[in-house]
């Protein structure tokens, strides 16, 4: 079952720089959203990705950019880091417009 | 969106009962109830979801009364696997649509 993968699983950057996360959604989906999940609380919606536009975006600043590719895969990418950034950040891929969302595990950020 | 409102965490042994209690007072006519499980440093995976009445798979049930005000999750004969956090999401399950996630309920399962 070719579910939600992610990569990298893990990452280390430094206030300033600038990170790149990407996303494969599962096979046969072709809706793909990014969450934030800082420690200790629910998953925040980023935003949403549809055919290669977004198309819903959550309360968070234009740092957080992202982009589809034709084959539905995902890239999310957060301009100069803060410190607040360190989370894990969640891909979730469902089929519009029938909906029902499957997450991958997740890229560690951690920002020093 | 309507809102939830979960307990923080809760206790339990092996083998009990578990049931855990979402309060969702504004729920929409087209909304429905859909709870998933976290485990650390793992995408959140969905358990169950329901519009009214009973739903019932293989690893829960959804309880949901009449007037759709709260619903309650129960998870029989629990083992130390199910400690994780529980999130009640009450909205349109469509693609267009996004998940409001709470704190969720954290639950932890002892020998």
């Known amino acids: 079952d070719a579910g939600v993968t992610q990569s990298p699983t893990h990452l280390i950057k430094t206030r300033g720089q600038q990170v790149t996360l990407r996303c494969s959604p599962k096979s046969g989906h072709d809706t793909v959203s990014w969450y934030q999940q800082a420690l200790g609380q629910g998953p925040q919606f980023i935003f949403q990705?549809?055919?290669?536009?977004?198309?819903q975006r959550g309360n968070f600043p234009d740092r957080f950019s992202g982009h589809q590719f034709p084959n539905y895969s995902s890239e999310l990418n957060v301009n100069a880091l803060l410190l607040g950034d360190s989370a894990l950040y969640l891909c979730a891929s469902t089929r519009s417009p029938e909906g029902g969302y499957t997450f991958g595990s997740g890229t560690r950020l951690t920002v020093v | 969106l309507a809102k939830t409102t979960q307990p923080i965490s809760m206790d339990s042994y092996e083998g009990q009962e578990v049931n855990i209690t979402c309060s969702h007072n504004?729920?929409?006519?087209?909304?429905?109830i859909t709870w998933y499980q976290q485990f650390p440093s793992q995408g959140p995976r969905f358990i169950i979801q329901g519009y009214k009445t009973k739903v019932t798979n293989e690893v829960a049930s959804l309880f949901i009364p009449a007037d759709r005000k709260s619903s309650t999750l129960s998870l029989p004969r629990v083992s130390l696997s199910d400690t994780a956090v529980y999130y009640c999401?009450?909205?349109?399950?469509?693609?267009?649509?996004?998940?409001?996630f709470g704190k969720g309920t954290m639950l932890l399962v002892s020998p």
């Open positions: 990705y549809y055919e290669e536009e977004e198309r």
């Open positions: 504004n729920i929409a006519t087209n909304d429905y």
């Open positions: 999401l009450v909205g349109v399950d469509s693609g267009y649509s996004t998940l409001t």
